[in-house]
């Protein structure tokens, strides 16, 4: 959807329902883009590495090969 600068401003509330609901809103100045209205979204937390540490288990042969699937990939048949 595209809006003008003076329209947009009127109707601020309603094109935030909108947005938020997942529409695109372009505002618009002299008949041309000028803004995207989007959502906010949150800021994510910063990923911390290690913190499963000792709560994931692989199987011994996790890093074993498999003939039958590598092969299917590398065309050996």
Excluded: C
């Amino acid at each position: 959807m595209k809006i003008n600068m003076h329209e947009a401003g009127a109707n601020l509330s309603k094109l935030g329902e909108r947005v938020w609901h997942g529409e695109r809103v372009v505002i618009t100045k002299a008949g041309k883009p000028y803004l995207d209205l989007v959502p906010h979204k949150r800021e994510l937390k910063p990923r911390r590495p290690g913190r499963f540490e000792g709560q994931i288990k692989l199987a011994d042969d996790f890093n074993e090969e498999i003939k039958e699937v590598t092969s299917g990939f590398e065309g050996d048949e």
